[in-house]
């Protein structure tokens, strides 16, 4: 079960009768075991990792710690899962340390995202303060490096 | 001017030149080549391992170390074979880091072999033992295993190549370039032909991680046989450090300060740098050893199938990263069959008649490649043979 789940994480466009190779399944266990991992929810979605700076695509990314204030009888869950709505919303988190949530948020343009701040996350009741920190440049997403890799040196032919 | 011809000594024009080489030089320049003719892992060093160096280098490690390796890397070798084989060797005097285990080997030999010794090889096998049996003076005997018994070697064939010359037997399983594994069973066959002849064993257990369907035996770990080997390994292909030249030898206190004697006058030490990483990595390498043993073992199966599906037929490899498959139904010869893919289809594989005259009529491949490259090896290979 690991042993798909590593090759479809590494690779979700696989074809199953080359996951049944590479594992020793045969195709029909493969399908049948990839179906009830997608059914049980532990497959969650497939994801392409796309580097939009070279599409020309000016995205801005930003990173937002909040603080929050814990309601009477709502815990973290609750303001979480209000904040995840927002479509902006790329990512986000419980953390320890001086803040409570980290969220990645994605828009068209820093005032985009500087908007999206101050008129919906900041004016939660929950939420005590804000940090903002703008994203200058991704090297790696997703374990996935975004910088060329140099090319192996390995000989052709060794013994 | 000195005559080259004469002033090589006698004893180097008496070592073949290594059949490798040939195929080297025809892919130097060729672009666009799959090469399936390495022996080495096609994964770089972990990082952390190669951390461990950048940070040995910045606090200035840059001397040269006890001869014998650092204490701290002969004890985590230690630990290690206690850990994995049950098998104890006192770091202070049993174990003696290499520069790789091609040194090892090397040292091993000069340490034991007198002139007319014999010592009996299997083939196929990795090429160097035969030119370092003929350098330290004795004479190579080969003995050869076959495809129908699955490349093993049998106490009845080592009881045959036998006689009152020999003095050891090198050992090499996992083995390069057939890939071929012994079982408990067949390696207690050989020990007991071992102890009937008071024959050294030197057992070449480099690719022992790198096991599929069942795990490794430790030659040593067997009843008696820890007092008359000489245990060789090293980190090149458990860790993908090939290039870092780490090995080490392992064995009775007596062979192993004979092997150190020739090694402090010659190599004097392993590189630090590596030796640093090497501590590094048995420490803390495990996880990130058996993620390659898991891609390794996917890839095996995924070209062992291939190749058997073309009609190259292929015993299942359960060890190292090698397919060793037949060129019998093409009617070629391994060599042929060689040429004239890397020429029409630029894959490179190395013909087994290279590791040993019995390898003739096979090829070495090694899937220590990424799995698209294999996928193309494979289309290539089919176009080659329609």
């Known amino acids: 079960m690991n042993e798909i789940l590593e090759i479809i994480e590494q690779d979700p466009k696989k074809d199953p ?53 814990l309601g009477d009888r709502s815990g973290y869950d609750k303001i979480a899962h209000r904040i995840a709505s927002f479509n902006e919303v790329r990512s986000i988190r419980l953390i320890s340390g001086d803040h409570d949530l980290s969220l990645t948020v994605r828009g068209q343009s820093m005032k985009d995202v500087a908007f999206f701040v101050a008129e919906k996350i900041a004016t939660l009741d929950q939420v005590q303060n804000t940090v903002t920190h ?11 490096p975004l910088f060329e890799q140099e090319k192996s040196r390995r000989l052709a032919i060794s013994p | 001017m000195i005559d080259i011809k004469k002033t090589l000594s006698d004893k180097i024009k008496t070592v073949p030149p290594s059949g490798i080489r040939k195929y080297f030089d025809m892919v130097i320049g060729m672009d666009d080549v799959i090469s399936l003719g390495v022996g080495e892992p096609d994964f770089v060093t972990p990082w952390h391992i190669r951390e461990a160096c950048i940070y040995s280098l910045e606090k200035g490690f840059t001397s040269y170390t006890s001869n014998s390796g650092l204490i701290e890397l002969r004890e985590a070798i230690s630990d290690s074979f206690h850990n994995d084989y049950g098998v104890d060797y006192n770091p202070e005097d049993q174990v003696l880091v290499t520069t790789g285990v091609s040194e090892a ?46 490349f093993r070697l049998t106490g009845e064939q080592l009881e045959g190549a036998v006689t009152d010359k020999t003095k050891a037997i090198i050992l090499s399983y996992p083995n390069n370039p057939t890939g071929a594994v012994m079982r408990k069973q067949d390696l207690e066959e050989i020990a007991d032909v071992v102890v009937e002849h008071d024959l050294l064993v030197i057992s070449d257990e480099v690719y022992d991680k790198l096991t599929y369907n069942g795990k490794h035996t430790c030659f040593s770990s067997l009843n008696g046989m820890e007092d008359c080997t000489i245990l060789l390994n090293g980190l090149s292909k458990s860790h993908a450090m090939t290039g870092l030249r780490v090995g080490y030898a392992m064995g009775p206190p007596g062979l192993i300060s004979a092997m150190l004697l020739i090694h402090q006058y010659t190599m004097l030490c392993a590189p630090i740098t590596a030796q640093m990483g090497a501590i590094e990595a048995l420490r803390n390498g495990e996880a990130d050893m058996q993620a390659m043993v898991r891609e390794y073992n996917r890839r095996r199966r995924f070209f062992v199938t291939g190749l ?3 009609g190259l037929d292929c015993f299942e490899p359960r060890g190292a990263f090698y397919a060793f498959p037949s060129v019998e139904s093409t009617g070629m010869t391994s060599s042929q069959f060689a040429e004239e893919l890397l020429q029409q289809q630029k894959v490179a594989v190395v013909p087994g008649g290279v590791f040993g005259q019995c390898g003739d009529g096979f090829l070495r491949c090694s899937y220590a490649s990424g799995l698209d490259e294999l996928k193309t090896a494979l289309e290539r290979i089919e176009e080659f043979l329609s």
Do not use: M
């Open chain 1, 17 to 69: 009768s080359e996951i049944a190779l590479l594992t020793g399944y045969s195709e029909k266990e493969v399908q049948t075991r990839i179906k009830e991992l997608e059914d049980s929810g532990i497959i969650r979605k497939y994801k392409a990792v796309i580097d939009w700076d070279r599409v020309g695509e000016e995205y801005v990314y930003a990173i937002i710690e909040l603080k929050i204030t």
């Open chain 1, 134 to 144: 703008f994203v200058l440049k991704t090297y790696k997403e997703d374990g996935v």
């Open chain 2, 105 to 150: 080997a090397d040292l091993a030999l000069r340490a034991v072999v007198n002139p007319g010794d014999e010592v009996i090889l299997h083939e196929p096998c990795y090429v160097s033992y035969k030119p370092g049996i003929i350098l330290s003076g004795g004479t190579p005997v080969p003995v050869s295993t076959t495809r129908d018994n699955e």
């Open chain 2, 308 to 310: 058997n599906r073309l």
